[in-house]
Each structure stands twice: as structure tokens, then as C-alpha cells.
């Protein structure tokens, strides 16, 4: 039913490869038979795709980025005269809500919790969070009024009890799923994936060296160099098994696959500390590293804890309490067989039901319903 449907993904502020946008939600549809283009920043990185990519001129600033940046993804949307608009970006809201006509389907993507992304900095007094909230809120329901909604979380719904839920599981991949992990001779290292920032956890995976003398902590992901700078200064003489593999650059799919792969790994890492943002997102990193066979070592936060409980694959601890972060990892490093169940636990889990394909089915008949 797809092929005779054209549909746009826009995004200003997300890589062109992301792997929500990109390698699965587009490249589904275009499984599916849609005529699929991608609006998105420039990556400096052209590689063969079966994905139009129609690129946007990325700015240093922010505010430039959201005046200039976003006249030029709606100047270019406009021309293609699409079925489905389908954006990626809060700042993209206006674009969209000018796109949207009486023939055509637009998509908004929940991608986080925005509202408490924007209020989160420590600078911002209770009163002006709150005006910032209510005013985003306001402006959030009279442009999204007409839109279809798809949700990252499952929480989101109480935002917006309109969405559907097309949630961040991992793709599952016949190439890298016949890696077999080996349990019986684990490393004394750890690795945590993803974009790198403070409120991801930065600091304290940068103190990990510390916390154990005997293992080596991988970061790859984004990092701007100014985290990477502050993180090997918290190392200090430990810096030497603090690896960061990402600085001041965007870390392709294919490379964090691989790097699961390339290590016999104790346990994937998410020691954040407590923010309104995370403390009840299901982080895709859970799913990736379950689908790894790597068992997760992440924050206690309720919601995390009854996951790995649920699932049987990890241990959660309080991220401030370093004797509490020393017992676990010497009871993973004690005890591969343990490992290795709940290494296997989380794997079964993602490929029984937490996997992209359940997702993409959904997506599908999402589309063919509302066209």
C-alpha cells in the first residue's frame, strides 16, 4: 500500500543516522514501499542510502539553527507535497502545523520528556520553571491540535493521551545476533553507550576507575571535549582505564554494535544521577545491552529497578554510594555464571518481545490507517 505514498521525515537538531529516525523508523517505511525522503542537518558523511536525505546547512548556534534552520526545512518540505509530514523536533512545530492541509497526515515524534529537558538547568528558579513548563505546554496543544502523535515512552501518554506508542526497542540483526558471548573468561571492563553529558552520568562513570582498581570503563558515544577533559581529570592518576571513544563527534550505529561485540563485557552501565528526565524513561541503551547478552549495572530509580527486577538482568544500586558500586561489580566479576544468566535473561526478553520488529509492524499500520 506504501509505494504510491511519499513521506518526509524532518528534523533540525537529530544526526541524519540516527538510529530511531533513520534505521528504523524510515528505512521501515521504506521496507514497507513508502517513497521516503529525510529532511536532516548535513553530516559531512555521505554514504550509499536508500533514504533521500535532503540536507540542511548546520549552524554553531542555537538560536540560528531554530530561525534559519527551520525556514529551510519547512521551504523544503513544502516542495515535495508529501502524504505524511513527520517531525522529529519540538522546534520543528510551527513548520509543521504550516504544512498541514486538508490531504495530508502529520506526524508528531515524542521523542523525550521535553518538558522537563527545558526546565532541568540548575540556574532556573521554581517560578520561571513553571512559567516555562505552562507556556511550552500552552503552545505545545494549540500546534499539535491536528497532528497524529507517536510516543518514544510509554509515560508520554500522560502528556498526550492522543499517542500511540512506537517505542525505542532495538533492531534486531541477524549479523550481529550470531555473536555468541563468552562467559567463562570475562573482561574486568565496562561500557556504557550513548551521547555523554552530566545528567547521563558522566561524572560518575568517570569515577569508576576509582570506585575499582581492577577494571576499565568504556564511554562511546558523543562527548563534547569539555566532559571528556573534566572526566579524565576525576580519573586523575586512573585515567589510563577511562577509555572515551566519541569525543567531539557523532558515533555511528554500526561502530556501537560492533564495540558490544568486541569485549566480554561485566555489565552495560546507566549510573545517572537523579533527574526528573530519566528518572522513569526505559533508556534504549537497556534494550541494546540486554540484546548484547551484557547485563546492565544502572541507578536504583524506582522505575529502572522494577525493570531489572521484571527481567531478571542486571543489578540497580544507588549511584552515589560507591562501596554499593565496588559490591556489584566484584559480584559480577565473582560470579559469571550469574552473568551469564542475566546476560541470557535480557537477551531472550528482547527477542521474545522487546525488539524494533514488533514496533515496526505498529508503524506500518499506523500509516496505512491514517492515509
Not at 526478553?349 to 525488539?355: F, G, I, K, S
Request: charged share 30%; with cysteine; aromatic share 12%.
Amino acid at each position: 500500500m506504501g509505494s504510491s505514498h511519499t513521506v518526509v521525515h524532518l528534523t533540525t537538531v537529530h544526526h541524519p543516522y540516527d538510529v530511531r529516525i533513520y534505521h528504523k523508523e524510515c528505512l521501515s517505511l521504506y521496507k514497507a514501499g513508502y517513497n521516503v525522503y529525510l529532511i536532516a542537518p548535513d553530516s559531512n558523511h555521505d554514504k550509499e542510502v536508500p533514504i533521500k536525505h535532503i540536507k540542511l546547512k548546520t549552524y554553531n548556534s542555537r538560536l540560528k539553527r531554530m530561525i534559519f534552520g527551520t525556514f529551510d526545512a519547512y521551504r523544503k518540505a513544502k516542495k515535495i507535497k508529501a502524504n505524511v509530514y513527520h517531525f522529529h523536533d519540538p522546534e520543528l512545530m510551527i513548520v509543521a502545523w504550516l504544512l498541514k492541509n486538508r490531504k495530508n497526515v502529520v506526524v508528531y515524534d515524542v521523542h523525550e520528556d521535553f518538558i522537563t529537558s527545558l526546565i532541568k538547568k540548575d540556574y532556573l528558579n521554581k517560578w520561571l520553571k513553571k512559567i516555562i513548563k505552562n507556556t511550552f505546554k500552552t503552545i505545545e496543544k494549540f500546534f499539535t491540535r491536528k497532528f497524529k502523535k507517536v510516543l518514544a515512552e510509554k509515560y508520554y501518554i500522560e502528556n498526550h493521551p492522543d499517542g500511540h506508542y512506537i517505542l525505542n526497542y532495538p533492531i534486531l540483526n541477524d549479523d550481529i545476533d550470531k555473536h555468541e558471548r563468552t562467559y567463562e573468561t570475562l573482561d574486568n571492563a565496562l561500557i556504557y553507550t550513548g551521547n555523554v553529558d552530566v545528567q547521563r552520568g558522566a561524572y560518575i562513570h568517570a569515577r569508576l576507575p576509582l570506585i575499582h582498581h581492577d577494571i576499565e570503563c568504556y564511554v562511546i558515544g558523543k562527548c563534547d571535549e569539555t566532559y571528556a577533559n573534566k572526566m579524565f581529570d576525576i580519573a586523575g592518576g586512573h585515567k589510563d582505564r577511562l577509555k572515551i571513544d566519541g569525543i567531539n563527534r557523532f558515533v555511528e550505529k554500526e561502530a556501537i554494535e560492533e564495540a558490544y561485540y568486541n569485549r566480554n563485557w561485566l555489565a552495560g552501565l546507566a549510573l545517572f544521577p537523579p533527574t526528573d528526565h530519566y528518572l522513569r524513561k526505559e533508556l534504549t541503551k537497556f534494550f541494546e545491552y540486554m540484546n548484547a547478552g551484557i547485563p546492565i549495572l544502572c541507578s536504583n530509580f524506582p522505575a529502572w529497578k522494577q525493570f531489572i527486577e521484571e527481567y531478571d538482568c542486571g543489578i540497580a544500586v544507588d549511584p552515589f554510594n560507591e562501596e554499593e558500586i565496588r559490591n556489584a561489580i566484584e559480584f559480577l566479576r565473582n560470579n559469571p555464571d550469574e552473568v551469564k544468566r542475566m546476560g541470557e535473561n535480557g537477551k531472550r526478553a528482547v527477542h521474545e518481545n522487546l525488539n524494533w520488529d514488533t514496533q515496526a509492524k505498529k508503524l506500518v499500520q499506523l500509516y496505512e490507517n491514517w492515509i
